[in-house]
């Protein structure tokens, strides 16, 4: 202490190290979320958070490390139990000692990790997942949807220089049995962060050309088994759930089953389990259309065989037959003939017949026409011989004309008209004067 009372800070720092390390001198027990996490120099840097539950907003923030010694035990340990990286936007429980050092400040010194409670978050993250999906009605969409039966355009999502991928590819397109495949990559980050964004992006532009494509199969090999978290996150899940393409996964997790395997329509193991599926698949389908193939010709040829004895049999049997028709249907012309016949020589004499009666009726009738015409035609003469002009004319008479037509009123005529008049013998032309 100075003369003046005042302190250094390195002095009020030591008071202040000597009361936490004499006041707090115990280990315990904490739980937090981890908002940061680094390594410098071996030794991991950590910030530590706690969030409202209602309001989500930081109502706690801390500061810890662990020391390298420690370190590396500790994040083998957890990455082994849990399957997941020791990293940001994790919960986790940590054994820890109040520390204060007079140049770096206060921190809490990590000396143990509850790998437990951490799987314990992880899993209800999953089921809170996997509840919203239920929820949206939307868990089992891509499950549902029917697999193609030909398989074979295949949208990869991987990343582009990872061991898995070339594993798939090279089982896939260099089968045993000759199947072919079209493989076509969609690459994305498949470890660390930006695993969900980076297959959601890939997802997106396999949809752009949803029709090139029969299946989606998204694999990860390579990386390390443990770095798991993207692909338990909500959005990445709903992509994956209402992706219009069956969707198999592959992405190399041998402990549980993340939230992706569970709502993508196939789930194996391993990227190279992925191309087996396939292959096998293909492989069932190929073997049934070769039974089908098998069974059509089979029976193909047992119908031609069927119809070939059938016609053996109607060989011989038509010529019988068609001798039988034959004389069935001389029979039956012969006696349409013979009524034929009948008929038209009973036809005949009834006509004939008829014409008799007829010309007993006509002949008089005719007769008695012929007679009455005659008597017609004399009256009818000596009417036109009483009305022949030539007979008044030869008794004095006359008959005067103009243009033509006679005139039989006078006062039709008018000055200087041109008359006729006609005598029994020859003709005099005259002008009206008045």
Same mark, same amino acid.
């Given at each position: 202490?100075?003369?003046?009372?005042?302190?250094?800070l390195?002095?009020?720092?030591?008071?202040?190290?000597?009361?936490?390390?004499?006041?707090?001198?115990?280990?315990?027990?904490?739980?937090?979320?981890?908002?940061?996490?680094?390594?410098?120099?071996?030794?991991?840097?950590?910030?530590?958070?706690?969030?409202?539950?209602?309001?989500?907003?930081?109502?706690?923030?801390a500061?810890?490390?662990?020391?390298?010694?420690r370190?590396?035990?500790?994040?083998?340990?957890?990455?082994?139990?849990?399957?997941?990286?020791?990293?940001?936007?994790?919960?986790?429980?940590?054994?820890?000692?109040?520390?204060?050092?007079?140049?770096?400040?206060?921190?809490?010194?990590?000396?143990?990790?509850?790998?437990?409670?951490?799987?314990?978050?992880?899993?209800?993250?999953?089921?809170?997942?996997?509840?919203?999906?239920?929820?949206?009605?939307?868990?089992?969409?891509?499950?549902?949807?029917?697999?193609?039966?030909?398989?074979?355009?295949?949208?990869?999502?991987?990343?582009?220089?990872?061991?898995?991928?070339?594993?798939?590819?090279?089982?896939?397109?260099?089968?045993?049995?000759?199947?072919?495949?079209?493989?076509?990559?969609?690459?994305?980050?498949?470890?660390?962060?930006?695993?969900?964004?980076?297959?959601?992006?890939?997802?997106?532009? @396999?949809? +752009? !050309?949803?029709?090139?494509?029969?299946?989606?199969?998204?694999? /990860?090999? =390579?990386?390390?088994?443990?770095? &798991?978290?993207?692909?338990d996150?909500?959005?990445?899940?709903?992509?994956?759930?209402?992706?219009?393409?069956?969707?198999?996964?592959?992405?190399?997790?041998d402990?549980?089953?993340?939230?992706?395997d569970?709502?993508?329509?196939?789930?194996?193991?391993?990227?190279?389990?992925?191309?087996?599926?396939?292959?096998?698949?293909?492989?069932?389908?190929?073997?049934?259309?070769?039974?089908?193939?098998?069974?059509?010709?089979?029976?193909?040829?047992?119908?031609?065989?069927?119809?070939?004895?059938?016609?053996?049999?109607?060989?011989?049997? @038509?010529? +019988? !037959?068609?001798?039988m028709a034959?004389?069935k249907?001389?029979? /039956?012309? =012969?006696?349409?003939?013979?009524? &034929?016949?009948?008929?038209?020589?009973?036809?005949?004499?009834?006509?004939?017949?008829?014409?008799?009666?007829?010309?007993?009726?006509?002949?008089?009738?005719?007769?008695?026409?012929?007679?009455?015409?005659?008597?017609?035609?004399?009256?009818?003469?000596?009417?036109?011989?009483?009305?022949?002009?030539?007979?008044?004319?030869?008794?004095?008479?006359?008959?005067?004309?103009?243009?033509?037509?006679?005139?039989?009123?006078?006062?039709?005529?008018?000055?200087?008209?041109?008359?006729?008049?006609?005598?029994?013998?020859?003709?005099?032309?005259?002008?009206?004067?008045?």
């Amino acid at each position: 202490m100075n003369s003046d009372g005042t302190l250094s800070l390195y002095e009020l720092n030591s008071l202040v190290a000597d009361v936490v390390s004499s006041q707090l001198n115990h280990e315990y027990w904490v739980v937090a979320e981890l908002s940061d996490v680094h390594e410098r120099g071996g030794h991991c840097y950590m910030d530590l958070i706690e969030k409202d539950e209602q309001s989500n907003t930081p109502v706690a923030r801390a500061q810890a490390r662990c020391w390298r010694s420690r370190w590396m035990v500790l994040r083998a340990y957890f990455e082994r139990s849990t399957g997941q990286p020791f990293s940001a936007g994790i919960k986790v429980m940590l054994k820890v000692k109040a520390q204060f050092h007079e140049n770096y400040g206060f921190a809490w010194i990590v000396s143990d990790v509850n790998p437990s409670f951490t799987m314990g978050d992880l899993a209800l993250r999953r089921q809170e997942i996997l509840r919203t999906l239920e929820a949206e009605g939307t868990i089992n969409d891509n499950k549902q949807l029917p697999f193609p039966l030909f398989a074979q355009r295949v949208a990869v999502v991987s990343s582009e220089g990872a061991a898995g991928y070339g594993d798939f590819r090279n089982q896939l397109l260099n089968n045993d049995y000759g199947l072919r495949f079209w493989v076509t990559l969609f690459p994305s980050v498949m470890q660390g962060e930006g695993v969900s964004q980076g297959v959601i992006q890939a997802l997106n532009a @396999i949809n +752009q !050309q949803i029709d090139d494509f029969d299946v989606v199969v998204i694999i /990860r090999g =390579g990386g390390a088994t443990s770095d &798991m978290s993207g692909f338990d996150t909500l959005e990445l899940a709903r992509h994956v759930a209402n992706f219009p393409l069956p969707i198999i996964t592959g992405i190399g997790h041998d402990r549980d089953e993340c939230v992706l395997d569970i709502v993508a329509h196939q789930h194996v193991k391993t990227p190279t389990a992925a191309a087996a599926f396939l292959v096998e698949r293909l492989k069932r389908v190929a073997e049934h259309i070769a039974e089908m193939q098998q069974m059509i010709t089979s029976r193909v040829s047992t119908t031609l065989e069927r119809e070939r004895l059938r016609l053996v049999r109607l060989s011989s049997v @038509i010529p +019988q !037959q068609v001798g039988m028709a034959l004389m069935k249907e001389r029979n /039956r012309l =012969g006696q349409m003939n013979v009524r &034929m016949e009948n008929a038209l020589n009973n036809s005949i004499r009834h006509q004939r017949h008829v014409m008799e009666l007829l010309s007993q009726r006509v002949l008089p009738a005719a007769k008695r026409h012929l007679t009455e015409q005659r008597h017609r035609i004399d009256m009818l003469s000596q009417r036109i011989v009483a009305l022949d002009p030539e007979i008044p004319l030869k008794r004095g008479y006359s008959i005067t004309m103009r243009n033509g037509h006679a005139i039989t009123d006078a006062s039709l005529l008018c000055q200087g008209d041109i008359i006729t008049t006609r005598l029994a013998k020859g003709t005099i032309t005259s002008e009206v004067k008045s």
